[in-house]
């Protein structure tokens, strides 16, 4: 007996429905791969267009409202992969839009924030930001605007948030906010303008125990406030004279 004929002889169908509609897209994806049996059960409409509906909360509203029109009727799986290609052109397109806007490292936060509202205007769901800008293999300027995003453009938790930022080891990527605050008037003289600097982790920024750089950014350059920028932060160097005088000992 072939194994996809014994695989679905000892397997009730709404069970085997129900295991592959518990996993995410890479392992049911792996899990289509196993046999005919469950190639076309992983396949199932009613299994993609839940994957669908979860990944994109907007879409979801719009097929309960009964004003989406699924062009073509095509299938959910084949919806789904043309909307994740999607999505990925359209975060490679903010990526670049960022990378352009670095000068000497550094973006100046009216740049930063209209990265955020790219996001915003292309309703990027929790998952796509997990994917295309919450992974290690991207910049730490990327994580810091999906995390933004996630916090105040979704209003996520940040327990949520920080589950994610664990699970792709990125939580303690530090970036550094710096901003020029307006010099105070006295006697009648305007005093110099003020540089703050601050170094966080994204762990920080989403436990909230940096709300105040979280409300500079947000707030970006007005009043008090003339310039922010936002770099990658620079790992500590030993001097070499110092360090040179440690070994000596």
């Known amino acids: 007996m072939k194994p996809s004929m014994t695989t679905q002889a000892s397997l009730p169908d709404d069970t085997a429905l129900k295991i592959a509609s518990s996993l995410p897209v890479g392992d049911l994806c ?13 396949a199932s409409d009613y299994i993609w ?11 979801a509203l719009e097929i309960e409202s009964a004003s989406y029109n ?12 043309r909307k994740h290609n999607e999505m990925a052109g359209k975060a490679a397109g903010v990526i670049d839009f960022v990378n352009r806007c670095l000068a000497f490292e550094s973006i100046e936060v009216g740049h930063y924030l209209k990265a955020v509202r790219e996001l915003d205007s292309m309703q990027f ?6 994917t295309f800008f919450l992974k290690f293999k991207h910049d730490v300027l990327h994580n810091f605007i999906g995390l933004h995003y996630c916090l105040i453009s979704l209003g996520l938790p940040g327990e949520c948030v920080m589950e994610i930022l664990n699970n792709s080891n990125i939580s303690q990527r530090q970036v550094c906010v710096q901003w020029w605050k307006l010099g105070r008037w006295f006697f009648g003289f305007r005093m110099r303008d003020e540089l703050v600097t601050r170094t966080v982790s994204l762990e920080d920024i989403a436990t909230g125990k940096e709300e105040e750089v979280l409300g500079v950014l947000q707030r970006g350059a007005i009043h008090e406030v003339i310039r922010v920028h936002i770099s990658a932060a620079k790992p500590a160097h030993t001097s070499w004279s ?3 005088a440690q070994d000596a000992n």
């Open 30 to 42: 792996s899990l289509g791969s196993c046999s005919r049996f469950w190639s076309e059960l992983c």
């Open 49 to 59: 267009a839940s994957l669908c509906k979860e990944r994109w909360p907007a879409l």
């Open 70 to 81: 699924n062009q073509n009727h095509e299938e959910w799986r084949v919806f789904y992969i």
């Open 125 to 130: 769901s929790f998952e796509d930001v997990h």
């Open 242 to 244: 110092f360090q040179s």
